[in-house]
């Protein structure tokens, strides 16, 4: 027996020295950089000029690991192979204050990046180099451990390879903190290359202050999101998840915002599928669209599809139509050139100001299962960079009966003529509106209402006078602002201010042709649908069961 446990430490002695040998360790320390490259690698041969360092390995059969620490404010790393390695950033925080990637890894094997746990690094390239990015792999790139990597591309891209990028389940998180191109860009390679995709498997990506876009899978790539959380913050005329091919959500959490007009929250070239997790988008500019299904005539895949089999997604539009010399530009939350197809998942919309649109489909729509719900909200409203708010708990009334049903109205909060903030209630008794300001001042805050039954805007009686405060509140849950308004009867088709079989009898005669007088096709659209059907019977029917 203590035969076999000394073989068993020996052998455990033995992996221990032989991945030490296996580990080349690069240390910055202000100008300075040093090299540590084990006695009898023979395969690997350096240069460091200040804090700048250039490795080139010529192995054809072992797979070396790069562990990289230290600090310069002017340095970078280079690291030339043919054969597949494993870069370990350990504590690096590393700008190329010169010109030039601040890691550029020149090899198109696959790359394994880790982020050693417990470990915050920070890379950043200078503005005006030649480079395509502060962080740039040659091949293909795989992020793995728990630790921290922020990025910032001053010149062009902030994280980019000529192949695909994957991150494993165990990453850790990964910041571009600014790019002047794409936070993340792949491909670049051969067109119908399968290895031109972003996959992300686990692991919280934020991408902020990008120019471009903030994933970009390009030559026929593909984007697939299956765990993790991915946040992004884009800006004019950019989109948030661009691929050439197809982007495909399984799971996960997704934010995209966009702001600035003609921007996108998702664009695929050929197909976008909605398999799982929850996905928000919130778009703000004339012309933008939350997801782009589009058809390329110029792309052999020649695609515009949406499929949608699962999930929740989220998307609030806010604008209007981007009118330039050649064409006019709509704002639209969901825009497919081809075929629409739901067999699961809850879609809900939300879309902001006269000329937005819920959903336009060139093709075929097919709806199997899950729900659909556009709600269209009159005002345009701008408040994504509106430093201040408050809360205001708000509740509905009619004839002293506070309202538990808000399906048919939104509400509003105006300083002067804008407004800066809504809330299309789902909660009964309450709900909670944010208004939003650039000034701290005592402004006087008013609150519209618009009802989808009669399609009106009404200014309604409320309880208690707003005056907008820095993170304050007006009301309570148990004493919210009351507002007060006569609605419309839902139902009423004949006018009568009572909904009973004779609202049936006047759909009837005007589906027939034969509408009287009295005859009110909003009132009698009781699933705002835009047509007046035997579903609205159906409801009528039910309502008038439900009140006997």
């Not at 009898?40 to 990289?68: F, H, L, P, R």
């Not at 690096?92 to 990046?113: M, Q």
């Not at 990964?174 to 670049?188: E, M, Q, S």
Request: with cysteine; net charge negative.
């Amino acid at each position: 027996m203590k035969k076999i446990t000394s073989i068993v430490l020996l052998f455990m002695l033995a992996v221990i020295r032989m991945s030490a040998q296996d580990i080349i360790e690069i240390v910055y320390n202000g100008s300075v950089a040093s090299v540590n490259i084990p006695s009898g690698m023979t395969d690997i041969v350096s240069s460091e000029n200040g804090a700048n360092v250039t490795i080139t390995s010529s192995t054809t059969d072992k797979e070396y690991i790069y562990q990289v620490k230290g600090t310069s404010t002017d340095g970078s790393l280079t690291i030339n192979s043919d054969y597949k390695l494993t870069l370990q950033l350990a504590g690096v925080a590393l700008t190329n204050a010169h010109g030039g990637a601040a890691i550029d890894v020149e090899c198109g094997k696959r790359i394994a990046v880790e982020l050693a746990d417990g470990t915050i690094n920070t890379l950043s390239d200078a503005a005006n180099g030649g480079q395509k990015a502060a962080f740039y792999f040659k091949g293909h790139v795989e992020f793995k451990g728990s630790g921290t990597l922020n990025v910032t591309g001053k010149t062009k891209h902030a994280i980019s390879a000529k192949e695909y990028i994957e991150l494993k389940s165990s990453t850790g998180t990964i910041n571009v903190l600014g790019a002047v191109g794409d936070g993340i860009h792949c491909g670049k390679g051969k067109p119908n290359n399968e290895n031109n995709y972003f996959r992300m498997k686990g692991g919280i990506v934020n991408i902020m202050n990008v120019m471009n876009d903030g994933v970009d899978s390009d030559d026929y790539g593909v984007i697939s999101i299956e765990g993790g959380a991915i946040s992004l913050n884009i800006g004019d005329g950019a989109t948030g998840l661009k691929a050439d091919s197809t982007v495909t959500i399984k799971d996960g959490i997704i934010n995209i915002s966009v702001v600035g007009n003609d921007s996108k929250g998702i664009r695929a070239n050929h197909t976008v599928n909605i398999l799982g997790g929850k996905t928000t988008i919130i778009t703000e500019g004339d012309g933008t669209k939350g997801i782009k299904a589009k058809r390329d005539e110029d792309n052999v895949l020649n695609g515009g599809f949406l499929n949608i089999s699962g999930g929740e997604l989220s998307i609030q539009c806010t604008g209007g139509n981007l009118i330039t010399e050649s064409e006019t530009t709509k704002c639209v939350a969901i825009s497919v050139d081809a075929d629409l197809q739901q067999t699961a998942g809850n879609v809900d919309i939300t879309v902001m100001g006269l000329e937005a649109i819920g959903c336009t489909v060139d093709g075929n729509k097919t709806y199997k299962g899950g729900t659909f719900n556009i709600q269209e909200v009159p005002w345009q409203i701008k408040t994504k960079d509106c430093q201040y708010d408050m809360s205001v708990y708000v509740a509905v009334s009619n004839n002293d009966v506070i309202l538990t049903d808000y399906s048919d109205i939104v509400i509003g909060a105006f300083i002067g003529d804008v407004c800066m903030g809504y809330s299309v209630f789902t909660e009964a008794g309450y709900g909670i509106i944010r208004v939003r300001s650039n000034d701290t001042s005592a402004q006087p805050v008013t609150l519209k209402l618009y009802d989808y039954v009669s399609q009106e805007e009404y200014t309604p009686t409320v309880s208690n006078a707003i005056t907008f405060q820095s993170n304050g509140t007006a009301g309570d849950p148990s004493h919210p602002v009351t507002l007060s308004y006569d609605p419309p009867l839902k139902g009423d088709a004949n006018n009568d201010n009572i909904v009973d079989a004779a609202d049936i009898v006047e759909i009837v005669n005007a589906m027939a042709g034969k509408p009287s007088s009295n005859y009110n096709e909003k009132l009698a659209n009781t699933n705002h649908d835009n047509v007046v059907n035997v579903a609205d019977i159906i409801w009528i029917v039910n309502h008038i069961t439900a009140n006997k």
